[in-house]
């Protein structure tokens, strides 16, 4: 799933309240620093949406490893993200339609309550500044295997190239990555339990080469199709001339005759 980035910086501190309602996710993973729309569905939900809004309250969002209709505290990842909710619309079947920006990495302390959603402790972590040359490298890599990719692949926009070529750190950039490729939520999740930007962007890096070699994969059997189409139609040609060469000589025997 796309997330498209803010403008802000998410690596500035974030005043987030100690206590969050929780709004498990089942297929996405939402990086601070992005934008995501979602649908949320059920009156526990909905419920905690409405209250969130009313408040003016950020929602602490969690990846849900096993989708379920009730809540599973052990299901959830421990890592996740403080979400402002920009935009509310109310769907005719009772359900919303959120649009959600991240605002900081969050980790659960402790559960405080299930009933009516559930609510618990929880505390903002901020990357470690690294500023090392080993950084600085793989934050290089990574951006450069981006481009490409973003130039190989025409569901993102080149914009994307812009907009990560300007991240104003290394984190920020391995996060961009992993919520703009195509990468299963396992993957983004291990992408945001990454606290260290050196380690977070050896995981990137390892996804970005993947998705080049399927992207590669891709343009060559397109290039070899294209070949086998293009010799079709010079073979359909040839026959039709042969057809009608042959044609031609019979209708010149006829006439000798």
């Given at each position: 799933m796309s997330m498209a980035p803010t403008t802000e910086r998410a690596d500035d501190p974030v005043q987030v309240p100690e206590i969050l309602p929780l709004l498990p996710i089942d297929?996405?993973?939402?990086?601070?620093?992005?934008?995501?729309?979602?649908?949320?569905?059920?009156?526990?939900?909905?419920?905690?949406?409405?209250?969130?809004?009313?408040?003016?309250?950020?929602?602490?969002?969690?990846?849900?490893?096993?989708?379920?209709?009730?809540?599973?505290?052990?299901?959830?990842?421990?890592?996740?993200?403080?979400?402002?909710?920009?935009?509310?619309?109310?769907?005719?079947?009772?359900?919303?339609?959120?649009?959600?920006?991240?605002?900081?990495?969050?980790?659960?302390?402790?559960?405080?309550?299930?009933?009516?959603?559930?609510?618990?402790?929880i505390h903002v972590v901020q990357a470690p500044e690294e500023n090392s040359l080993e950084v600085e490298g793989l934050a290089r890599s990574a951006l450069t295997a981006f481009q490409q990719i973003v130039q190989l692949n025409q569901s993102l926009p080149d914009e994307l190239a812009v907009v990560a070529a300007n991240m104003p750190t290394p984190a920020r950039l391995a996060d961009l990555i992993a919520a703009n490729l195509n990468l299963p939520p396992a993957n983004q999740q291990a992408v945001l339990d990454a606290l260290a930007p050196a380690e977070r962007l050896r995981l990137v890096l390892g996804y970005l080469e993947r998705e080049r070699e399927i992207l590669a994969i891709g343009q060559r059997a397109r290039e070899e199709m294209g070949r086998n189409q293009r010799e079709y139609v010079l073979r359909q040609q040839l026959e039709q001339i042969r057809r009608e060469l042959g044609e031609g000589d019979e209708r010149g025997e006829e006439i000798e005759e």
């Open positions: 297929n996405a993973v939402l990086f601070p620093g992005m934008v995501l729309q979602l649908v949320v569905s059920g009156a526990p939900w909905v419920t905690l949406v409405d209250n969130a809004a009313l408040e003016n309250q950020p929602i602490g969002m969690f990846w849900r490893t096993q989708p379920s209709d009730s809540f599973d505290p052990m299901a959830i990842s421990r890592t996740g993200t403080a979400a402002q909710i920009l935009r509310m619309l109310r769907l005719p079947d009772g359900g919303l339609q959120l649009l959600l920006r991240g605002q900081a990495r969050i980790q659960l302390d402790q559960l405080v309550a299930t009933e009516p959603y559930p609510t618990a402790r």
